[in-house]
């Protein structure tokens, strides 16, 4: 895959993601309380504040969630070995 074709596949799913989380946001804002809003405000800046190793195991998981479909478009041919990049396999 050339550079732009694929810097051109991880733009549009950057897009894809920030859509949906703003998606998300919103229609999550626009159904609760102010006081549900508050808390979630809160909870989103303090995720904002911490390092990605400090997160929970289940604020971890979101976020490798949207890493593995980053990894489907920029993963080389299958018979690419994994061990040699020193990465594991994937």
Same mark, same amino acid.
């Given at each position: 895959? @050339?550079?732009?074709?694929?810097?051109? =596949? +991880?733009?549009?799913?950057?897009?894809?993601?920030?859509?949906?989380? %703003? =998606?998300?946001? /919103?229609? *999550?804002?626009?159904?609760?309380?102010? #006081?549900?809003? #508050? =808390?979630?405000? /809160?909870?989103?800046?303090?995720?904002? $504040?911490?390092?990605?190793?400090?997160?929970? @195991?289940?604020? *971890? @998981?979101?976020?490798?969630?949207?890493?593995?479909? +980053? /990894? #489907?478009?920029?993963?080389?041919? =299958? $018979? %690419?070995?994994?061990?040699? /990049?020193?990465?594991? #396999?994937?």
């Amino acid at each position: 895959m @050339e550079n732009n074709e694929l810097l051109e =596949k +991880v733009a549009a799913f950057q897009h894809l993601a920030w859509s949906h989380w %703003t =998606k998300y946001m /919103l229609e *999550k804002v626009a159904t609760q309380s102010a #006081e549900e809003t #508050e =808390k979630d405000v /809160l909870r989103w800046k303090r995720q904002i $504040d911490t390092p990605y190793e400090q997160l929970s @195991e289940k604020e *971890k @998981e979101s976020d490798r969630e949207w890493a593995r479909k +980053v /990894l #489907e478009i920029i993963k080389p041919e =299958k $018979d %690419t070995p994994w061990d040699d /990049l020193g990465i594991g #396999e994937i």
